[in-house]
């Protein structure tokens, strides 16, 4: 059974950074691509940032992209975030999962399962 725990969300101000972190358990971390994905009152949840297992490849939503960096450290079973340069629009819950289809870091949301209970990131302007 995968567990995951979000953190390091919070309330920040448009320009601010923050840095997520989710930590895994229960899986071989280092085997599987993992994903972030972020959810915002009323719309649907989305992939913005995703990695392979070891880390080379990764993959970001245009809305992020250029602002948020993904990262893993698999000795201790650890996937981040990097969101610098916030925006109001950024404002959701950030959840992250590993990837059903092994170790390609998919856009699909649909590849992904195991879903934290997510962390809420709010971006006043």
């Known amino acids: 059974q995968v567990q995951l725990v979000e953190s390091g969300g919070g309330l920040v101000q448009a320009g601010d950074s923050l840095r997520l972190s989710c930590e895994a358990s229960?899986?071989?971390?280092?085997?599987?691509?993992m994903g972030w994905s972020r959810q915002a009152p009323g719309k649907e949840r989305d992939i913005v940032a995703a990695i392979t297992g070891n880390g080379r490849d990764t993959y970001y939503g245009n809305s992020v992209k250029g602002r948020f960096t993904i990262s893993r450290d698999n000795a201790k079973n650890i996937l981040y975030l990097q969101m610098n340069s916030l925006k109001p629009e950024d404002t959701a819950v950030y959840y992250c999962a590993p990837s059903k289809s092994g170790d390609y870091p998919s856009a699909n949301i649909y590849d992904y399962d195991y879903w934290g209970q997510g962390t809420q990131v709010t971006v006043s302007s």
């Open positions: 229960g899986r071989t971390f280092s085997s599987w691509a």
